[in-house]
């Protein structure tokens, strides 16, 4: 039964090579044809010359500057109210060369969806059946190449009409999605499709993981609740995101926009004259005004030798509102009953059904390792506060504090005002950012990236001069990722530059995803196709990476966008997302690339840090932009260490975070609903933590993720966790490894979502007890030396 599938696939392959070589005529220019030209119109060092030298960008790509200048309204108009004058539409979609234009893709889509979705309910016979997770994932794409576009354009478009036209697009999509994960006749198929040995034995190990993962998606929604119930669910679950919401947006406001102390205690503090004579005061001149944000504050916690006054700021500037922490207090007990009415004990266990972690007893597990196998580094870094605290208040300094005696005197409010002192007194002088961004030209980098790519995976970054129409910005550059077996794998819009009402997030946007051509598809004219190492046609996948570099103006007026490290880190981190993309080449969309589970999904990406970190591939990639001149090991060695200042404390900080995740999504939310202070949770959990202890404020109010996470931001840190043992394992003696790029190729990258996580990182690491997870498992994971 397997070999028939098999054979219908090669048969499949095959029609699909035949539409593919007709296709070559429809699609003239292709990314093959166009990377070809580009190169003729090129000397060496093309992909450094795309981003570095504005001049020749300007030249090689002055079609789409003049339609954007033809639009009269410079960039953020480009080329959308004059269709007729383009190629093609955003990113090779003929429907994309304006805002009705996208409205009309989005009617097809649901069209066609639609037509699927009456195919799939009219056809009961054992071969629509066979093919029914195939035809789930196909309504899938449909839907998800209108939802991640518009997800895109909402978030970047420089053009409002094109995010007002975004926005109606991605509700309409929304409402008829969930529309069907509701609909108990799909789920009651599906099961049916998965419980029937002689259906199930006629799917592929992938079909079978993305229907139970779309099974379960059925079952979390409630799917076979009794109507009432479920109505409840559908009003918790509107009402979670409407309160939510407004928590988010109420984030960065504090309680008050001052303090008020008197002046003699100001006076006579030793804060900084010039500081004090910006403060205002009260009407009757007794009291200073200290703003609790700004310059002003900060300079102030920095530099105020008394500690109560820098107690009674510190708390204040991380002091919201009651009316904030009413906020919070009214999503957690929304998510509590929400959790109760799916019969679970608590949010955090409905939130992580299908993770890695599996359990909150398994999350608490890793982060009570980790806490442990950190409070001792952690506790060191503070040493040198309790001694020159010690000093300052003429205390007795112990030669050998207990963790006890530096973690009850060293409190948060102290951590600015002494490492300031600290800096000045005994810290190397700090290294010249400029001094060390003047080797990092983003060109250099992105080269550099290409190179590390193809000494580990055997793919490289090729620019392509972009179609009219193809980018909503003549700034923004296509590469295409080319793979040696394969050719083109993929593409990457690239829109690093900075520019007016652009969001300052780094992020990365799956345009649309891998996935195999589907069955009896023919409609290619809004997707890239190629073939993978089996002869198998693929839709390429299609990535936005989206920063806010900025340029600056060389001492011979050309302009040069020059990385500090921390933006060369940036971009590594976000092309490890791109990259597991283009390398997780599963047939299935479900599954594909970072459709995965969401503790897994960024190892990639926090692994291409350890690479940016690394002096043998910063050596390669540094090179002086106006000498030539390679970096000096010295310079980066001295950088380098300088990061290191206070990485434990940061680490620990992330786990207490993680850790008031978990408690405020936990049992005792449901457990004492009536009586659960969400404040003294906090500051309870900050006393049981030892360290930085902040038993004044409500600070929760504050932590935004506890929204976008829901019992899961232990997640970065648990990858962070695992990055550093692949890296250990992988790449820590030579960065530029083949061999063990391939490996984790083979073992982490190409699976996407359709292999259990765990077996994925038991087979990089060569752990096998690892497979299952569990308890042990995370605690393994939790003892990690580099975070």
């Not at 049916?192 to 199930?200: A, F, G, H, S, W």
Request: glycine share 6%; net charge negative; charged share 25%.
């Amino acid at each position: 039964m397997l070999k028939s599938v098999s054979l219908q696939r090669n048969s499949v392959a095959k029609a699909s090579q035949i539409a593919w070589r007709c296709l070559k005529q429809f699609k003239a220019g292709t990314a093959e044809l166009s990377t070809q030209a580009f190169q003729k119109e090129n000397v060496s060092g093309s992909l450094e010359r795309t981003f570095d030298d504005v001049d020749y960008w300007h030249e090689v790509n002055k079609r789409n500057y003049v339609l954007g200048k033809g639009v009269g309204r410079g960039i953020k108009g480009f080329g959308f109210n004059i269709p007729s004058k383009t190629e093609t539409g955003l990113f090779e979609n003929p429907y994309l060369t304006s805002p009705e234009g996208l409205r009309k893709f989005s009617r097809r889509s649901l069209t066609h969806a639609q037509g699927l979705l009456d195919d799939m309910r009219n056809n009961k016979s054992f071969e629509g059946l066979t093919a029914y997770v195939m035809r789930l994932d196909q309504l899938s794409d449909t839907l998800c190449r209108v939802i991640d576009l518009c997800e895109f354009i909402r978030s970047s478009h420089p053009d409002s009409s094109f995010i007002e036209a975004a926005q109606a697009c991605h509700e309409e999509m929304f409402e008829f999605m969930n529309i069907l994960n509701t609909d108990v006749e799909l789920c009651d198929t599906l099961r049916q499709v998965l419980t029937d040995p002689e259906i199930k034995g006629k799917l592929s190990n992938e079909e079978i993981t993305v229907g139970k993962i779309l099974l379960e998606d059925f079952e979390k929604s409630g799917i076979y609740m009794n109507p009432e119930v479920r109505d409840q669910f559908i009003a918790l679950s509107q009402e979670i995101s409407l309160v939510g919401q407004e928590f988010i947006n109420n984030t960065d406001y504090v309680r008050s926009n001052y303090i008020k102390i008197k002046c003699e205690e100001v006076d006579n503090s030793g804060i900084n004259k010039l500081l004090i004579s910006q403060l205002p005061k009260d009407v009757r001149g007794k009291y200073y005004k200290i703003p609790t944000h700004g310059y002003i504050a900060y300079s102030i916690l920095r530099s105020c030798p008394d500690e109560e006054i820098r107690m009674n700021l510190w708390t204040a500037m991380h002091r919201c509102s009651d009316k904030q922490i009413n906020r919070l207090d009214q999503l957690l007990r929304l998510r509590a009953i929400l959790a109760k009415l799916m019969g679970k004990e608590s949010f955090a266990q409905y939130q992580l059904e299908g993770k890695m972690a599996q359990t909150p007893q398994q999350v608490r597990d890793f982060i009570g390792t980790l806490v442990n196998y950190m409070r001792p580094k952690t506790i060191e870094e503070l040493k040198f506060i309790y001694e020159l605290k010690s000093k300052q208040e003429k205390r007795e300094i112990q030669p050998s504090p207990s963790e006890q005696d530096i973690a009850s005197m060293v409190r948060p409010w102290d951590r600015e005002y002494y490492t300031s002192m600290y800096s000045l007194q005994q810290r190397r002088d700090a290294i010249d950012d400029e001094q060390i961004s003047s080797y990092f030209t983003l060109g250099n980098v992105i080269q550099g990236l290409s190179d590390l790519f193809e000494s580990i995976y055997g793919i490289r970054l090729e620019p392509v001069v972009p179609k009219t129409g193809e980018t909503f910005s003549p700034e923004v550059r296509r590469l295409n990722v080319v793979c040696e077996q394969e050719g083109v794998i993929g593409v990457v819009y690239c829109d690093l530059f900075e520019r007016a009402g652009k969001t300052s997030n780094p992020s990365h946007f799956t345009v649309c995803c891998s996935r195999q051509i589907y069955p009896k598809e023919t409609e290619f004219s809004t997707i890239q196709t190629g073939f993978n190492s089996e002869g198998l046609m693929f839709q390429l996948p299609v990535i936005a990476l989206v920063c806010n570099f900025s340029s600056s103006t060389d001492s011979e007026g050309k302009s040069i966008c020059l990385l500090q490290l921390n933006e060369v880190e940036t971009l590594f981190h976000e092309m490890g997302h791109a990259m597991h993309s283009m390398l997780g080449r599963t047939r299935l969309q479900n599954i594909s690339g970072t459709r995965c589970a969401t503790d897994f999904v960024e190892l990639p990406s926090i692994l291409m840090e350890h690479f940016a970190r690394d002096v043998r591939v910063l050596e390669r990639i540094g090179k002086h932009h106006r000498t030539g001149a390679p970096i000096s090991e010295k310079l980066l060695l001295n950088y380098l260490e300088e990061t290191k200042f206070m990485q434990h404390c940061e680490t620990f900080s992330q786990a207490k975070m993680a850790m008031l995740d978990q408690d405020l999504h936990g049992e005792k939310v449901i457990k004492d609903f009536d009586h659960f202070d969400v404040t003294a949770a906090y500051q309870q959990l900050e006393r049981d933590m030892k360290v930085l202890v902040d038993d004044k404020s409500n600070w929760c109010g504050k932590f935004g993720h506890l929204f976008g996470y829901g019992a899961t931001y232990y997640s970065y840190l648990f990858d962070r966790a695992i990055a550093s043992k692949v890296w250990d394992s992988l790449f820590s003696s030579d960065p530029y490894s083949r061999v063990n790029g391939e490996k984790f190729k083979e073992c982490v990258l190409k699976w996407g979502g359709s292999r259990n996580p765990w077996r994925c990182i038991a087979d990089v690491l060569n752990k096998p007890e690892l497979s299952e997870g569990g308890t042990e498992a995370m605690r393994y994971i939790g003892q990690s030396e580099d975070l």
